[in-house]
């Protein structure tokens, strides 16, 4: 059985840091994709962060150069670190799985099987 649990929501200030964990386990193989994606009251849910099977690191204009995903070498646990947070990055913040997903559709929340149950990150002062 897949399970992904995010951890390390918060309140923080604009301009602070968190660093968000997510404990993945059931998965097999090194062919899964992992990624980040978001949802702000009212709005849909939106790509942040994915890193590839080669390691390759994606990330939407909106958080690039602010925010930075990593894995674990057991690919056990994913991690999104953000800093200079904007009260616009509030929002419950979700990661996800796939095994079979193409490189063109990393973006694409409807090609991803395995989701986490989210964390909330409040960015206010």
């Known amino acids: 059985q897949v399970q992904l649990v995010e951890s390390g929501g918060g309140l923080v200030q604009p301009g602070g840091s968190l660093r968000l964990s997510c404990e993945v386990s059931?998965?097999?193989?090194?062919?899964?994709?992992m990624a980040w994606f978001r949802q702000a009251p009212g709005k849909e849910r939106e790509f942040v962060a994915a890193?590839?099977?080669?390691?390759?690191?994606h990330y939407s204009d909106s958080v690039k150069g602010r925010f930075t995903i990593s894995k674990n070498n057991a690919r056990t646990t994913l991690y999104l670190q953000m800093n200079s947070l904007k009260p616009e990055d509030t929002a419950v913040y979700y990661c996800?799985?796939?095994?079979?997903?193409?490189?063109?559709?990393?973006?694409?929340?409807?090609?991803?099987?395995?989701w986490g149950q989210g964390t909330q990150v409040t960015v206010s002062s």
């Open positions: 890193i590839w099977r080669s390691g390759t690191q």
């Open positions: 996800a799985a796939d095994s079979s997903i193409i490189l063109s559709s990393i973006r694409r929340e409807d090609q991803y099987d395995y």
């Open positions: 059931g998965l097999t193989g090194s062919r899964y994709v």
